[in-house]
């Protein structure tokens, strides 16, 4: 019964919230919880909702990962973003057999202290700005291949004097054939707005996205391939005309700017990432992926440099897995990505042999 509940109450909420269908960029707020500090999935292009491994971290995006094996796991991430910016997720999971696998954590973005001024330059003082999110996840694993899960987010923002206050939810499923090796992974994450807006009156939504995904991994070799539909609630709309970039083509006729196109491939690749892993074992990997929506956002008109394009590896030494991840985004500036798991269990066994 308390399973039903928690269920039913995730998809009354995905029901019943305004339609965001319709969003766009810029028009959402809490942009913050697009951003993945987890070193891996930040490896992997930004989202990796497919990675069936035991790694409470991929939960955050996928809560239908949650699993038994992930029982008392710990986790520490933080992302150097650029200014002194800084983010992070600390979280913590717990089994209950025939019920499920909980997690549990905040996320968080810290701007730092700015300058405040009067009109005319003169500085009056500092104020901060900040972000968080305290998320409750749940997924059950309903047969030797389907897993369910869904998660509760309460986001709470602070910019200098002004406050929001937010409620977002994500529903997940994932297929998995161990025999086969492939994943299938459905996720549609952040439905919600604010319930308190920083200005009376003007609530805005949370940034939706509604995902699709597939992993393959191959017997005889030890690559694990990964494709990630992005944001199918706007399918064919990330792109937009920018009839005032530089550099777009004149006609001889009339002198007008020809409006810049985009045909149905261009289209499609907006929506995709695409990753890779090398599976050394079970304590070892290293992983390479593409995201053609960030590199031709963030790249320069002559020079793409690293955009779009990301990497990192992982390991296990002693009792905890590191894990390191690096996210180009333009010439020179990249995002460094660091994250810790503990299992008590691991502890736990090591006080029962000591004192025997």
């Given at each position: 019964m308390f ?16 339609v965001?269908l319709?969003?766009?960029?810029g028009?959402?707020t ?33 809560p239908?990962?949650l699993k038994?094996?992930?029982n008392?796991q ?20 717990k089994?209950m057999?025939s019920?499920?696998?909980f997690?549990m954590g ?6 730092g ?6 009109a ?17 996840g749940?997924g ?10 869904g998660?509760v987010?309460?986001i ?6 002004f ?15 161990n025999?086969?090796l492939f994943?299938?992974?459905?996720v ?14 003007n609530n ?13 991994k191959?017997?005889h ?20 005309a920018n ?10 006729e009339?002198?007008d700017?020809i409006?810049e196109?985009y045909n ?20 070892f ?26 990497w ?5 030494v ?23 798991i503990f299992n ?13």
């Open positions: 399973v039903n509940k928690i269920l039913y109450f995730i998809l009354s909420w995905c029901l019943t919230a305004p965001v319709a969003q766009v960029a028009t959402s809490y942009q913050f919880l697009s951003l993945q500090p987890n070193a891996r999935i930040a490896a992997m292009g930004g989202t990796a909702i497919t990675l069936d491994d035991n790694d409470m971290n991929l939960a955050l995006q996928n239908s990962m038994a094996e992930m008392n710990i986790t520490y991430n933080h992302v150097f973003l650029f200014q002194n910016i800084g983010a992070g997720y600390v979280g913590f999971t089994h057999d019920i499920g696998t997690s905040i996320q968080y973005i810290g701007y202290d700015f300058k405040r001024t009067l005319n330059g003169e500085e009056i003082g500092t104020f901060s700005a900040g972000e968080y999110a305290a998320n409750i749940y059950k694993k309903l047969s030797d291949y389907l897993s369910i899960g998660q987010k309460l709470y923002s602070s910019l200098a004097e406050a929001s206050v937010g409620i977002a939810t994500d529903v997940a499923a994932t297929y998995h054939n025999d086969k994943t299938a992974a459905a549609i994450s952040n439905v919600g707005r604010q319930i308190r807006a920083y200005n009376n009156g805005e939504n949370s940034p939706f996205n509604a995902q699709l995904a597939f992993s393959k191959f017997k070799n030890p690559f694990r391939f990964t494709i990630v539909a992005n944001h199918l609630e706007k399918a064919g709309k990330l792109l937009y009839n005032e970039k530089p550099g777009l083509k004149k006609s001889l009339t002198g700017i409006p196109t149905i491939g261009e289209k499609t690749l907006a929506h995709l990432t695409f990753g890779s892993e090398i599976l050394l074992g079970k304590t990997y290293i992983a390479l992926a593409y995201n053609h929506f960030k590199r031709r956002e963030m790249r320069l008109e002559d020079l793409g440099g690293f955009a779009g394009f990301s990192g590896f992982g390991f296990k002693s009792k905890m897995q590191v894990a390191y991840g690096n996210t180009g985004y333009y010439i020179g500036q990249c995002t460094n990505h660091f994250s810790f008590l269990n691991d502890f736990k066994k090591k006080k029962r042999n000591t004192a025997s």
